[in-house]
């Protein structure tokens, strides 16, 4: 199956797959995309500004144009995390301008497949995914009332590359765990660190939607 990935998310996806920018995707036009079997939408935007409305554009004309199989990466963080525990039938409240952006994507892509998870990685290059973060640190703040359930980007990749018909809406997540307990159990060594504890509270766990 030839896919197209529309970002740079090549620390989650296996680097075998075809990658271009968000930039570049607009210059192309319906016929330039029928190569493919698969696009797989992973840009995304930090704040609600230009690439923002760009994102929102390219999403737009996907959901006009394309009609073979699409994923769309969104996030947990398309809840508030006040409570926890999600399902796909519970309905975002997204406080972040990223979880923000990734619901107005989500609409214009809603009859397609959207895929929200949290990652910690390893790292499908050389930027660092989370356990790669971790262990470049020193100082580190642990949050031991903030919880989620992230996954590894092997099981993100297996999702991705599954043949047949895809849900419209998956929770992809992995065992609901503290922050600070998935680093502390990351770290051999806990002598060469310096820990800091922040004990704010929010849980952006989800419940698993679909088995692999």
């Keep these: 199956m030839k896919t197209l990935i529309i970002g740079r998310a090549s620390r989650i996806l296996n680097p075998s797959n075809y990658f271009m920018s968000s930039s570049k995707f607009e210059t192309l036009t319906a016929n330039d995309l029928y190569e493919f079997d698969q696009i797989i939408f992973a840009s ?6 230009a690439k923002h409305l760009k994102l929102v554009k390219i999403s737009n004309w996907l959901n006009l144009i394309w009609h073979k ?5 969104s996030s ?18 997204p406080k972040s301008a990223y979880g923000i952006s990734k619901i107005r994507i989500e ?22 995914l989370l356990v790669e973060i971790i262990k470049q640190k020193r100082d580190i703040t642990l949050f031991p009332n903030q919880y989620f359930s992230p996954v590894g ?8 590359s599954q043949e047949g018909k895809l849900p419209k809406l998956v929770h992809l997540s992995g065992p609901r765990v503290s922050k600070a307990d998935l680093i502390l159990s990351n770290i051999k060594d806990k002598f060469n660190y310096k820990f800091k504890y922040d004990y704010s509270e929010s849980d ?5 939607g679909i088995k692999i």
């Excluded at 995304?44 to 500004?49: E, F, G, I, P, T």
């Excluded at 952006?204 to 698993?208: A, D, M, P, T, Y």
């Design 44 to 49: 995304y935007a930090q704040k609600l500004d």
């Design 69 to 73: 199989r699409l994923i769309f990466l």
């Design 76 to 93: 947990d963080h398309v809840f508030s995390g006040n409570r926890g525990l999600y399902s796909v039938s519970d309905l975002p409240d």
């Design 107 to 128: 609409k214009n892509l809603s009859r397609f497949c959207i895929l929200r998870f949290t990652t910690y990685g390893p790292t499908q290059s050389n930027r660092p």
């Design 153 to 160: 980007t092997e099981e993100i990749n297996k999702f991705c």
């Design 204 to 208: 952006h766990s989800l419940i698993e």
